[in-house]
């Protein structure tokens, strides 16, 4: 394989692992506003969410290699998971470094999941969101095509659709405890009974 083509599997490689990485941030999203029906049902959005994380590792393990076998720039095995180690662009690699190091640390602690606290597991699972603008910061950094065209666009249709699912799971949130306090469920409304029983 040429140095030309391992360029080429390598951009495509990464910007593969960029869409599936947004793709699960956003199942993410969607399971926990509890998406679901009677023909897609949500056990089955938690399923392909982890697929998809699958997915996304092993094509990210695919450009790790790619990039280290192209010999075209010095990046060693060490520089694709030691951050800022890299002789070439060590902050951009950095980045992508720690992006890789957080989705297999998610990666391995979801399917050890039965025995890790819920908490604890909870609050790693959390790290998701640091994964994501990390490779998406990296793909747009480190790419000598990354700048203009479709990558570039490729990036910031991720970048919109990940903000606007945020969006809406804050707002979600805020109807649910609205809505909560409504019905004399939420936290505001039993304050106020408590005070009323004590007057």
């Known amino acids: 394989m040429t140095l030309v083509n391992l360029w ?8 593969v692992s960029l ?7 956003l199942l993410g999203i969607l399971g926990r506003l509890r998406v ?24 990210l393990g695919v450009h790790a290699a790619v990039v280290v076998i192209d010999s075209y720039v010095p990046i060693d095995w060490l520089d694709s998971v ?5 002789a070439y662009q060590p902050f951009w690699l950095g980045l992508g470094a720690i992006a890789f190091d957080l989705l297999l640390a998610l ?21 998701a969101y640091a994964c994501w603008p990390l490779a998406l910061v990296h793909a747009l950094g480190i790419g000598t095509d990354a700048a203009a065209g479709w990558p570039l666009a490729l990036g910031v249709a991720c ?10 799971r804050l707002v979600a949130s805020w109807r649910t405890r609205l809505a909560a306090g409504d019905r004399g469920t ?11 029983r004590a007057l």
Request: charged letters at 10%; zero cysteines.
């Open 19 to 25: 869409l599936l990485l947004t793709a699960t941030v």
């Open 159 to 168: 970048a919109v659709a990940v903000v606007a699912a945020a969006v809406w």
């Open 82 to 86: 030691v951050p800022f180690v890299s």
């Open 36 to 59: 679901g029906s009677a023909g897609w049902p949500r056990f089955a959005l938690a399923g392909l969410h982890r697929n998809v994380s699958l997915l996304t590792l092993a094509f």
């Open 107 to 127: 990666v391995v602690t979801s399917l050890l999941r039965a025995r890790i606290n819920p908490r604890l597991w909870r609050a790693l699972h959390w790290l």
């Open 8 to 15: 080429y599997v390598a951009r495509a490689t990464g910007m």
């Open 186 to 196: 939420g936290p505001a409304r039993q304050r106020r009974a408590v005070a009323g």
